[in-house]
């Protein structure tokens, strides 16, 4: 007969999921730098992390070094295709919210669009006429920006 406190206990997972801030990820290197017993291995057991997590820090040390202390990725995804609409666009958004306007998901598609086909973007970026102002990329669009739906 099993308990129900051992399968309660069963199920829970010892280690959280946490993110660390680059100044933390600098403080666990030059720990493990400083003192001189600290392994890899001991560290990671120290701060309840994974060995690799720590040997891909000191791979990207001087990443690490130059990015700001709150940051906790070094890569925030991919750029944008066509940087110069996205800003135009997010400037005709940001104009229409100051009248206190109504905007759209589709509203900021049919812009982008609009502005796709003016001459100067289709000259500067190639393959542009054929490029579709998806769904996906409306979402990544406004989470780039931290706009949302209301």
Same mark, same amino acid.
Not at 44 to 55: G, M, N, S, T
Not at 74 to 91: F, Q, W
């Given at each position: 007969?099993?308990?129900?406190?051992?399968?309660?206990?069963?199920?829970?997972?010892?280690?959280?999921?946490?993110?660390?801030?680059?100044?933390?990820?600098?403080?666990?290197?030059?720990?493990?730098?400083?003192?001189?017993?600290?392994?890899?291995?001991?560290?990671?057991?120290?701060?309840?992390?994974?060995?690799?997590?720590?040997?891909?820090?000191?791979?990207?040390?001087?990443?690490?070094?130059?990015?700001?202390?709150?940051?906790?990725?070094?890569?925030?995804?991919?750029?944008?295709?066509?940087?110069?609409?996205?800003?135009?666009?997010?400037? /005709?958004?940001?104009?229409?919210?100051?009248?206190?306007?109504?905007?759209?998901?589709?509203?900021?598609?049919?812009?982008?669009?609009?502005?796709?086909?003016?001459?100067?973007?289709?000259?500067?970026?190639?393959?542009?006429?054929?490029?579709?102002?998806?769904?996906? /990329?409306?979402?990544?669009?406004?989470?780039?920006?931290?706009?949302?739906?209301?």
């Amino acid at each position: 007969m099993i308990h129900k406190k051992n399968l309660f206990k069963a199920r829970l997972t010892q280690k959280k999921k946490r993110q660390w801030t680059a100044r933390e990820k600098l403080f666990i290197l030059t720990y493990l730098e400083k003192v001189p017993s600290a392994s890899v291995r001991g560290t990671a057991d120290k701060f309840h992390l994974e060995p690799k997590q720590i040997r891909d820090w000191r791979s990207k040390r001087q990443q690490l070094m130059l990015a700001q202390p709150h940051i906790k990725r070094l890569n925030c995804g991919p750029r944008s295709r066509y940087p110069e609409i996205e800003d135009e666009v997010i400037k /005709w958004i940001k104009s229409l919210h100051h009248e206190q306007k109504i905007v759209s998901r589709s509203m900021i598609q049919i812009k982008a669009a609009t502005l796709a086909k003016n001459t100067k973007y289709i000259s500067q970026y190639l393959k542009i006429d054929s490029f579709k102002w998806s769904n996906k /990329w409306l979402d990544s669009f406004m989470h780039h920006f931290r706009l949302s739906n209301h």
